[in-house]
């Protein structure tokens, strides 16, 4: 028996967010990883797309601003757009299902 499984928790900071559109609340979230190598450290920052629906929406078009520290968990999905060419882009987003708002010291 093969069990799936496809959890996410990401923490960061909310980079840009996208207009509302009726139940649906797009934000990305940025996360940095300070990385050493050969004696110097670099900051590597990772940019998610979140998805939000519903009362979770709702709720976080109220309370995300840009620079808002968030624990986010959800699972991932494949996401099918067409951009203005008419050419196909898919990526990954996360489909956020619970997100916690953070201090400053926490993340």
């Known amino acids: 028996m093969?069990?799936?499984?496809?959890?996410?928790?990401?923490?960061?900071k909310v980079k840009d967010i996208a207009p509302f559109e009726g139940n649906k609340f797009y934000f990305n979230l940025s996360s940095n990883k300070?990385?050493?190598?050969?004696g110097e450290k670099t900051v590597e920052e990772i940019c998610i797309p979140v998805?939000?629906?519903?009362?979770?929406?709702?709720?976080?078009?109220?309370?995300?601003k840009i620079g808002t520290k968030l624990r986010v968990v959800g699972y991932m999905r494949m996401n099918k757009e067409t951009d203005k060419g008419g050419?196909?882009?898919?990526?990954?987003?996360?489909?956020?299902e619970h997100?916690?708002?953070?201090s400053n010291q926490e993340i």
């Open 2 to 12: 093969v069990i799936n499984l496809n959890s996410v928790l990401i923490e960061g």
């Open 34 to 38: 300070i990385v050493k190598f050969e």
């Open 51 to 64: 998805e939000a629906f519903g009362k979770l929406a709702d709720s976080a078009f109220s309370n995300i």
């Open 87 to 96: 050419n196909q882009i898919q990526g990954i987003v996360i489909h956020a």
């Open 99 to 102: 997100i916690e708002y953070k």
